[in-house]
């Protein structure tokens, strides 16, 4: 956890496109967002675009919306090439429309696919894939990095009693052993 925080802190500086892997549930909205927030973009608008809402308007809408902030393209590689190739020529024409070579959004995209091998194997669009080469977050799942519970139980633990203003509760070495324990499928 602690090495990827770093990673995000350092990704959030700059303005470079980003592209978070990671299977369902680790996270990739949440780093997101944390890219957008401690990044330059943070006063301005975080928006999120779903596989399904890519109609030629609503990308065009999508990123309008997002200028001068960030646009998270969710399960990118779910958007299939005809949809891609929309983003891609969205991206453009808003550029166009700014007066500017590049549109003024910070682009993130997550997915659960290994893009690389979608783009070996054209199901991913080249040119989309070139443009997150550059800053790569891979989030691994919790059941490979069980060393990070203890600190996670502590952290939402926190969080939650100070949400409903009650003290931090203190869990049993059995209830962290079972804790620990579990499969985190």
Known sequence: MKDLRDRVVDAARDEAPVLIEGEHGTGRERVARLLHENGPRRLASFVRLDPDETETERVEAEVARAHGGTLLVREVAHLGRKRQRRLISALRRFAAKQGSSGANVRLIGSTGVDLQ?????????????????????????????VGDIPLLVDHFARDEAREIGVQTPQLTPRAMDKILNYSWP
């Open 117 to 145: 091998r979608a783009t070996e194997e054209e199901l991913f669009e080249p040119e989309l894939f070139e443009s997150f080469r550059g800053r790569r977050l891979r989030l691994v799942p919790l059941r490979r990095r």
